[in-house]
């Protein structure tokens, strides 16, 4: 799915002869269309508070509307060509600052100095284009041949404005390359504005390359807005509200489990809250990899959830007790609160220091199978209720609904197990 965007890039240039054969209303559709979807991602961008899905949108249009302007003359046009050109380098300048600068609010202060920095270069080239083409010719005969040569044929693009870009596009992966959505759009919107400025004699081709943008960063707002509402932003696992939905239609048969991470507190207490969010992500690491057919959700704090649709008990309790063997086997290296901030002075250190404590993290598990005419609710209450069996039978264990409490026994202290 994340592939669709680069494989839909190839389409205008493929559909380019067809374009000719629209109707002028159906032309002016297409001019228009950019627009409509740019207020799309503007509201949806204010709505999420995603300042910067804004600006990358608002930065496209600024972009094709110059090239809607230009296309108006023949691309051999000294004065036109020029312009394309400068615009070509401008284009992964301003690219680059917006992924860089802080994502701040399109009407403070600071946003209308971003704004006036966006618009800035593009209202100086128009105004170049518009009053001093003689001027724009004089630079474009100082330039050496590698800016002015064309890479391709019926491609209005040089080879230096080409190298140019794709240096600009590297960097800007190479600082997202631990967000792969943010990676995924600015590739995406990068080729396609590059695209558009190769044909800028086709204005019909540049207004669907700002579709295919303008709806790659409504995609990514979607996304945001469903991160926001349903994934746990610590673990990246779904959260509660994602579980209340899930379990609006669970099906006739279904296993609840409920997980918790023993002595979590202590734990808390000893070595922190950083190195207890440290847990929180390791457990949740193993616990996604449940079979069986489970689904992980954080129900809140050191709590976890996982419903087994159209699963029995008995099949869904081998899955179970997997998982706990997983996290209470996992060797939980706790990090040195004066580890070095930089990453190359960490990676030097790593392994030198024997100091470093290792703890081994257990969990406790109750599970219950619903019963005829039982809601999710009640199979909850009863997987809690196993689960605090598990907590007063030792620790470390998976109880079921349909055990009997025990006597109490003395609790046993294996959660954190230190090794050299």
Same mark, same amino acid.
């Given at each position: 799915m994340t592939a669709i965007p680069l494989i839909l890039l190839p389409l205008p240039l493929i559909f380019?002869?067809?374009?000719?054969?629209?109707?002028?209303?159906?032309?002016?559709?297409?001019?228009?269309l950019p627009l409509l979807l740019t207020l799309v991602v503007v509201l949806l961008g204010?709505?999420?508070?995603?300042?910067?899905?804004?600006?990358?949108?608002?930065h496209l249009v600024l972009a094709g509307a110059m090239l809607q302007l230009l296309a108006a003359q023949s691309a051999t046009n000294p004065a036109q060509y020029m312009t394309l050109l400068l615009a070509s380098l401008i284009w992964p300048v301003l690219q680059w600052v917006i992924l860089l600068l802080p994502d701040r609010h399109l009407l403070s202060r600071n946003g209308m100095r971003r704004l006036c920095l966006l618009a800035g270069p593009y209202a100086s080239l128009l105004l170049l284009w518009h009053y001093a083409p003689l001027t724009l010719t004089e630079w474009l005969l100082a330039l050496p041949p590698v800016l002015i040569e064309y890479t391709f044929t019926g491609l209005t693009l040089s080879h230096g404005a080409l190298v140019w870009n794709l240096v600009w596009l590297a960097l800007c992966l190479g600082f997202l390359r631990s967000r792969p959505l943010d990676t995924l759009v600015t590739l995406t919107l990068s080729i396609a504005m590059l695209l558009s400025l190769a044909k800028p004699d086709l204005p019909l081709i540049g207004s669907l390359y700002q579709v295919l943008s303008q709806l790659?960063? #409504? @995609? !990514?707002?979607?996304?945001?807005?469903?991160?926001?509402?349903?994934?746990?932003?610590?673990?990246?696992?779904?959260?509660?509200r994602a579980l209340e939905h899930y379990l609006q239609t669970p099906g006739r048969q279904y296993v609840i489990a409920m997980l918790d991470i023993d002595h979590f507190k202590q734990f808390n207490d000893r070595y922190g809250h950083d190195t207890g969010d440290q847990v929180l992500r390791m457990v949740a690491s193993q616990l996604n990899t449940v079979q069986a057919g489970g689904r992980l959700f954080r129900y809140g704090g050191e709590e976890f959830t996982v419903v087994f649709r159209r699963r029995s008990e008995a099949e869904a309790l081998p899955a179970l007790e997997t998982?706990?063997?997983?996290?209470?086997?996992?060797?939980?290296?706790?990090?040195?609160?004066?580890r070095p901030?930089?990453?190359?002075?960490?990676?030097?250190k790593r392994g030198k220091d024997a100091q470093n404590k290792v703890v081994n993290v257990t969990i406790? #598990? @109750? !599970?219950?199978?619903?019963?005829?005419?039982?809601?999710?609710?009640?199979?909850?209450?009863?997987?809690d209720q196993a689960l605090y069996m598990a907590k007063e039978q030792g620790r470390n264990c998976v109880r079921t609904g349909r055990e009997r409490p025990r006597q109490k026994r003395r609790s046993r202290t294996d959660f954190a197990r230190e090794t050299a």
């Open positions: 380019e002869s067809r374009l000719l054969q629209l109707s002028d209303d159906q032309q002016l559709m297409i001019r228009t204010l709505g999420l508070k995603h300042y910067r899905a804004v600006w990358l949108s608002l790659i960063l #409504i @995609g !990514a707002l979607v996304h945001h807005g469903y991160s926001m509402a349903f994934l746990d932003t610590l673990t990246g696992v779904p959260g509660r998982i706990r063997e997983k996290v209470a086997s996992y060797p939980l290296a706790i990090r040195d609160a004066k901030k930089s990453n190359e002075k960490g990676r030097q406790s #598990i @109750g !599970a219950c199978e619903n019963q005829p005419d039982e809601t999710p609710t009640q199979v909850i209450k009863r997987a």
